[in-house]
């Protein structure tokens, strides 16, 4: 299973960014995606999961409203929006998944990584 995140990059306060994650040797319609990030000196976050199936949708408090996560089947790609991106929202930005269709309480089951895409807000 390989991972690839992409469209990360250098944009200015209020400005907007999509992420992709594609896959290769795995189907992600049929398991949930999360994407998490992590900021120089700090733990690696949640910040956004999609279920398989009913497509449920879950966000971190502090992107909700600004990020929306979603799936498109055919590519075999996941996607984040990012909107009203601010200055603590830069961090590189990766994505996961496994062998299940739920993201679960605590996003934690996700043993397949991308590489990671960073994301830089700042003027």
């Known amino acids: 299973v390989q991972l690839q995140a992409s469209g990360g990059g250098l944009v200015q306060p209020g400005g907007s960014l999509r992420l992709s994650c594609g896959a290769s040797?795995?189907?992600?319609?049929?398991?949930?995606v999360g994407w998490f990030r992590q900021a120089p000196g700090k733990e690696r976050e949640g910040v956004s999961c999609?279920?398989?199936?009913?497509?449920?949708?879950y966000y971190a408090d502090s992107v909700k409203g600004r990020f929306t996560i979603s799936r498109d089947d055919a590519k075999n790609t996941v996607y984040l929006r990012m909107n009203s991106l601010k200055p603590e929202d830069t961090a590189v930005y990766y994505c996961?998944?496994?062998?299940?269709?739920?993201?679960?309480?605590?996003?934690?089951?996700?043993?397949?990584w991308g590489q990671g895409t960073q994301v830089t807000v700042s003027s």
């Open positions: 996961a998944t496994d062998h299940t269709p739920w993201c679960g309480s605590n996003w934690s089951g996700f043993n397949y």
């Open positions: 999609i279920n398989s199936g009913n497509g449920s949708t």
């Open positions: 040797g795995f189907t992600l319609e049929y398991y949930a």
